[in-house]
């Protein structure tokens, strides 16, 4: 159980086109789903908070605008970079919470996707 | 908001010998706090958690111990074998069905020398 997946797992785009990710939760509900983005040997760092039916809440340093984040229903939000530039090739990870689970606090992760712009 | 230091950054030991990983936080409200393993180009891996008002637990070959007074959390791994060579990071955050993500470490190579 708490299967999170995210598609496409490697795009390649142009720079100064938008690619839109998904991340699903397949076997549970998710009202909260986080967005990470890890640039090479580097940390995971936390982008934005995707809340199901309302806003996404987004870190300092994060452009809302860049990165939309809809988070249309309870087992899928998507994650949009629009106008992408050569410095946004990166792996962006989503995760979920089940919080019907007795582990609630644990966060499940996708496979990732990863992003090259030309 | 959370700070998160981890180290060290690379650990080289032999196949058998014990790995510890150390890490620190700055919010005092964290109260969840996971360790992960990443192998290179995938998703990362809880490989076991620990809550503030736990102060040690174990899993086999590996344990996590925390000490909220000095906010400060270890990962250790006994008995290490080559497939424990990864990348480990921990994390902290404000669980409790609170919506917060996760803060990670910078991270720690782990390599196992047979």
């Known amino acids: 159980g708490a299967v999170v997946s995210q598609h496409p797992s490697r795009v390649i785009c142009k720079s100064g086109t938008s690619v839109k990710i998904e991340c699903r939760s397949l076997d549970f509900q998710a009202t909260t789903m986080f967005w990470y983005r890890q640039f090479p040997k580097k940390s995971l760092m936390l982008m934005a908070t995707s809340n199901e039916g309302s806003k996404a809440t987004y870190e300092q340093g994060v452009e809302k605008d860049k990165f939309l984040i809809n988070h249309a229903s309870l087992t899928l939000s998507t994650l949009t970079v629009t106008s992408a530039h050569p410095e946004d090739s990166s792996f962006y990870i989503c995760?979920?919470?089940?919080?019907?689970?007795?582990?609630?606090?644990?966060?499940?992760f996708g496979p990732g996707t990863r992003l090259t712009v030309l | 908001g959370e700070n998160v230091e981890q180290h060290p950054s690379t650990l080289s030991v032999q196949e058998g010998d014990s790995a510890v990983i150390k890490c620190t936080y700055s919010d005092s409200a964290s109260n969840y706090f996971p360790w992960y393993k990443q192998e290179l180009g995938k998703r990362p891996q809880l490989i076991i958690d620990?809550?503030?008002?736990?102060g040690e637990k174990k899993d086999q070959r590996i344990a996590v111990t925390l000490n909220k007074t000095a906010k400060h959390f270890s990962l250790h791994i006994t008995e290490t074998q080559p497939e424990d060579s990864a990348v480990y990071f921990c994390a902290a955050t404000v669980g409790g069905g609170g919506a917060d993500g996760l803060t990670f470490g910078k991270g720690t190579h782990l390599i196992i020398q047979p």
């Open positions: 620990i809550r503030s008002n736990v």
């Open positions: 995760s979920a919470r089940d919080l019907t689970r007795e582990t609630g606090n644990e966060q499940f």
